[in-house]
């Protein structure tokens, strides 16, 4: 009589073992190839920092704020001084092309945040409010007395606000550009989805192969990305070190954190107005579609049907203030329309001069 049992096949018994070895080997293998991949990233990225350490000395002063160093890039002569705060995980360096023409009229500081530039990392990093009060203590270090034009582009424009809303006093005017408003987030459905994702994309980047690749000539994309802040032609270099830097991505990531965290509660409850500073808040205009992709123009039309109402509540912070669209400009209206913000940064300091009697 047969037995009910089935009868063991013993020609699979050495496939599945001789399977089983092949993916274990293979996942071995694979392991051990991201763990020496992240090794040789992680050396390569220690070797080219220290490089451009040395390559990319800092153009301007830096300034002990409490065992850190903030650095000021400052140029020109005279009273007000221009200071620039730049946009979200941006270096002063980006408005160097408006530097020679400010210059020319008054002292001008281009302001490097926690981290990125030529300034030391900060373990509170990323906060407007933090950089508000490192701008006052580098600026009082350095010795750069007020009265203060503040220019503040996107995100730096929370901290022009905080800045002048603690110090009214040593504020001769703002200028708002395209700023980054507290109700952003909020409104801008998607917003905070989009910064999370791009913040996990950067950090899951490997640096270091990301730049040997740049080195040997396999990828040509950061310079493309350089190029495109449309720097003065000596200053490329310096921005492509910038960009294959694990500190300026540290700061970067800390600052988008904190852009969809806590600033604009920091900014709604310290600087709900200006009072009667002067005021100019030059915004980006809707009026060039981006291509003929139908999804591209409706987007576009979307995001201004909320952009542009908090442009004009900008516009309400201070009693002495004017609105600016600037034409056929997009977000970075320093690199489309620079002459529009020089001229309306040369007006404040000519109006404040008059009327505070201070010379040149």
Request: aromatic fraction near 4%; charged fraction near 25%; proline fraction near 7%.
């Amino acid at each position: 009589m047969r037995s009910a049992l089935p009868t063991p096949d013993r020609r699979r018994g050495p496939c599945r073992v001789g399977s089983r070895g092949i993916i274990v080997k293979t996942l071995t293998g694979l392991v051990a190839g991201a763990i020496a991949g992240a090794a040789l990233s992680a050396v390569y990225q220690a070797y080219g920092a220290r490089r451009d350490r040395r390559r990319f000395p800092p153009p301007g002063r830096t300034v002990d704020v409490g065992g850190r160093r903030i650095h000021l890039w400052t140029a020109g002569t005279g009273s007000p001084t221009v200071v620039i705060v730049p946009g979200l995980g941006e270096p002063g360096l980006n408005w160097a092309a408006l530097l020679p023409e400010l210059a020319a009229e008054s002292s001008v500081v281009l302001y490097d945040r926690a981290g990125l530039g030529w300034s030391d990392p900060s373990p509170c990093a990323g906060t407007a409010l933090g950089a508000a009060r490192d701008l006052r203590r580098a600026l009082d270090e350095a010795g750069i007395a007020p009265p203060y034009v503040l220019v503040g582009h996107s995100a730096g424009g929370n901290v022009v606000r905080l800045f002048a809303a603690e110090r009214p006093g040593v504020v001769a005017a703002v200028v708002l550009v395209d700023s980054s408003h507290p109700e952003q987030i909020r409104l801008l459905h998607g917003t905070r989805g989009a910064i999370t994702r791009e913040m996990v994309r950067s950090r899951l980047t490997p640096l270091g192969l990301r730049r040997l690749a740049f080195d040997v000539g396999w990828s040509n994309r950061v310079r493309r990305e350089a190029e495109a802040r449309r720097l003065p032609s000596k200053l490329l270099s310096t921005r492509i070190a910038f960009d294959l830097g694990d500190r300026q991505r540290r700061a970067e990531l800390c600052e988008a954190a904190a852009a969809i965290t806590v600033n604009p509660w920091q900014v709604r409850r310290r600087a709900p107005s200006l009072g009667s500073i002067p005021l100019t808040v030059i915004s980006s205009s809707p009026d060039e579609p981006p291509g003929a992709d139908i999804g591209a123009i409706a987007e576009q039309r979307r995001f201004y049907s909320v952009w542009s109402p908090l442009q004009a509540d900008l516009a309400r912070l201070s009693s002495n203030a004017e609105h600016v669209v600037a034409e056929h400009a997009g977000h970075q209206i320093h690199r489309d329309r620079p002459e529009l913000v020089v001229r309306v940064i040369l007006g404040h300091l000519r109006r404040a001069r008059t009327e505070t009697g201070l010379g040149g």
